[in-house]
């Protein structure tokens, strides 16, 4: 980062400014070449609310390429007619959702963040990355469900095909959603398609997996109350 003092004016009758000293991002994002970008717009924070702290925006043109990106700082204001700044280095990712209830996660802790990278994937339109996402997360949820749920060995369970672990399920209804998310799942992982069904269908029936899984958790959880 090289770092680069500019100067946000205020927009209220009064026209006050304030300066301070913020990073400029030294490499280009589209081109990535070292460069000292090019200041082209910025933002101007309201004198008038007298907020302490504002979030500043620059719009930059590299000088290599020419491409326009933007930068946003968290800029907090001194006393008199100074500010600090802090770089804002998060984007908004667009996501697509997948809703699953909560339960799933003590069963299964890597199915939240597998399906977390996957509608990342998907939200980016990286639909082959997400088919593939899906059918991961149908394999962790299957096997921890026999695991935690049905008592079935861990070591034995992991290495078994997720095809057998689905065939040992006896819940025939369990059995069903994972089977044909499964299918599904196979087609968007492997080179050829077998069947007519897409990814929108795998996560019907993957989200009615875990709707089941977690009703059968609860029940488990109510009998074990009662029990005692
Ligand atoms: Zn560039």
Known sequence: ??????????????????TGTIELPNECPWCYSKISPKII????????????????ALLLECPN?????????????????DFTSQPIDKFPVPQ????????????????GKIISQTTHAEGLGLDHLAGIG????IEFLVKDYLIELKSFDRTKTEKKLLGQCIQDIEDSRIQTLAKA???IGN???????????NIDDMKRFLHALTLLVSLEKSVIDAKEFTNN
């Open 1 to 18: 980062m090289s770092k680069h003092i500019i100067k946000f004016s205020a927009h209220n009758t009064q026209n006050n400014s304030r």
């Open 41 to 56: 717009g910025k933002n101007s924070y309201d004198y008038f609310v007298d907020k302490e702290t504002f979030q500043g």
């Open 65 to 81: 390429c020419k491409n326009h990106f933007h930068k946003s700082y968290d800029i907090k204001f001194g006393k008199y007619s």
């Open 96 to 111: 697509s959702k997948f809703e699953y209830p909560n339960e799933v996660d003590t069963i299964c802790p890597e199915f």
């Open 134 to 137: 899906y059918r991961k997360s």
């Open 181 to 183: 998310a499964t299918w």
């Open 187 to 197: 087609d968007e992982t492997h080179y050829t398609r077998r069947h007519d069904k």
